[in-house]
């Protein structure tokens, strides 16, 4: 198997001030470890779960 790794590196802060009228982008990451039809349903659950989990913040 061969597999690709990017690394994309952090940019450096010069300090850290966290404004609230500024948002923070956010993404998330689901996934499951196979194809079988049982899956189908976890990866559904994590996306339903972190678009609502997103959806409820306003920050």
Do not use: G, L
Request: charged residues 25%; neutral net charge.
């Amino acid at each position: 198997m061969n597999v690709n790794v990017i690394e994309i590196p952090a940019k450096p802060q010069t300090a850290y001030a966290p404004n609230r009228a500024q948002r923070r982008r956010t993404a998330a990451y689901a996934r499951v470890s196979t194809d079988s039809d049982e899956q189908e349903t976890s990866f559904t659950a994590q996306v339903d779960y972190y678009t609502k989990k997103i959806a409820e913040n306003p920050d």
